[in-house]
């Protein structure tokens, strides 16, 4: 079958790879009709982790069911499908509590899987056109047959339930107003998340023109952090006092505000500055243990320097982590499908999986008003 291999540092190629096979009676492949491209590959496709040429990447997949084990209760064959971008178990601790991107059996040594990604276990991604799902009957979420609602629908595999994600770690609840830094795809999606939980202000952070119009669009207010400290913009509208909650969707890839540089602590010392004392602040955005490409020597082994005196002083709470997409997809899928949520407006390409060289180019330099890019294997969808 096709696959999109990463060969080298900014390089990915799409070549015959071998066909996953059922190799448990509780596996499922799916053949994969729409998988899109996420900010977290592109950390592994700008060669800053420790993923090997040969990987083949894609961890937000939604297809139709091909082949079901002998031990599958729930899927059949020609089911539609979508997978958490979390690989989990259902019945470790963690799984049983709902934190199921902590998964303490599928990645031994780790807690947590995925598919297609670098040091989260031995699961092959999905930009493809068959992907093997272990534990299908936990894994896989069932959609509606046909093609309805497909853009929005893969959307449940990752960046919808993340940007959930960090409102529930801010705890945004009706009336609030809440700062997300990020206009990326995860950042829209929070502040569409909040939207959708009733925030009543919803400031967006960012420089690239086309997003912080997409988030305009939505009903955010945009702020473009290189016109002025987007704190002090915040404030400026908040009566001083600064917002409610705090969303960073950035992670350790902020940009300095001068935006000449990384400075991967600057996001979440601007939440501080953002949100008012006792507030609460949401980190869905990546930190990682080590970054051999930090600019400085703490920064490689995942230190930043972050105003903890200052968070202190304000009584502030953060919640950071892997999106346990499983505690929302369910909700948020049934939202899509009464109406009542459409976020897919953040798609700005889709694309046949061969054009995934391009692809990945056009949403790393963010080009093009390339917010996020849904890449279609099979031959009927492709735009
Ligand atoms: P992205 O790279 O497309 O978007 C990040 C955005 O942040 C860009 O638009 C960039 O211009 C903007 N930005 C850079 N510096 C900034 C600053 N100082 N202030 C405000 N905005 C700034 O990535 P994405 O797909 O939206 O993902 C965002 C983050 O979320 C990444 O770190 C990704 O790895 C992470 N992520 C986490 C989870 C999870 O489960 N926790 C899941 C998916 C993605
Ligand atoms: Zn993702
Ligand atoms: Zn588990």
């Known amino acids: 079958m096709k696959a999109v291999v990463y060969e080298k540092p900014f390089s990915v190629t799409v070549r015959d790879v071998d066909d996953p096979r059922i190799q ?8 994969v009709t729409s998988t899109a491209i996420c900010g977290s590959d592109l950390h592994m496709y700008e060669g800053r982790t420790a993923a090997e040429p040969g990987i083949v990447f894609g961890h937000e997949n939604l297809g139709i069911v091909e082949e079901a084990g002998s031990g599958v209760a729930s899927l059949a064959e020609g089911d539609r499908v979508v997978m958490p971008f979390n690989v989990a178990c259902g019945f470790c601790k963690n799984c049983l509590a709902g934190e199921t991107g902590f998964c303490l059996t599928v990645n031994p040594g780790f807690a947590g899987g995925a598919y297609g990604y670098v040091a989260m276990g031995p699961y092959k991604g999905g930009q493809a056109e068959l992907l093997r799902v272990p534990f299908a009957d936990f894994n896989c979420l069932k959609l509606p047959p046909g093609e309805q ?17 960090g409102c529930e770690l801010a705890q945004v ?25 009733g925030a009543s202000m919803v400031f967006c952070v960012d420089r690239v023109p086309e997003r912080l119009a997409k988030a305009g669009q939505i009903g955010a207010i945009p702020v473009d952090f290189t016109e002025d400290d987007p704190a002090v913009q915040i404030k400026r509208q908040t009566k001083g006092e600064g917002t409610d909650k705090g969303v960073d969707a950035v992670g350790y890839q902020a940009q300095a505000h001068d935006a000449r540089h990384e400075e991967p602590g600057v996001v979440l010392n601007a939440l501080v500055e953002t949100v008012r004392p006792t507030g609460r602040l949401g980190v869905p955005g990546l930190y990682v243990p080590s970054d051999p490409g930090a600019p400085d020597e703490h920064a490689k082994r995942g230190r930043l320097l972050v105003s903890i005196g200052k968070m202190f002083e304000k009584g502030q709470k953060m919640g950071t982590g892997q999106c346990n997409v499983k505690r929302y997809n369910r909700q948020l899928r049934d939202l899509i ?25 056009m949403f790393d330099k963010r080009i093009e008003g390339c917010t996020k890019v849904v890449l279609h294997p099979g031959h009927a969808l492709a735009a």
Do not use: C, K, W
């Open 337 to 361: 499908i009464a109406g009542r949520a459409e976020p897919s407006f953040v798609v700005s390409h889709e694309l046949p999986l061969d054009q995934a060289p391009e692809a990945y180019e």
């Open 173 to 197: 609840s009706p009336g609030e107003s809440v700062a997300v830094y990020g206009a990326g795809p995860v950042g829209l999606m929070a502040a569409y998340s909040a939207l959708l939980r």
């Open 149 to 165: 609602h497909e853009a929005d629908f893969v959307l449940l595999a990752d960046i919808f339930p993340t940007g959930y994600h």
């Open 24 to 31: 448990h009676p509780n596996d499922v492949l799916v053949r």
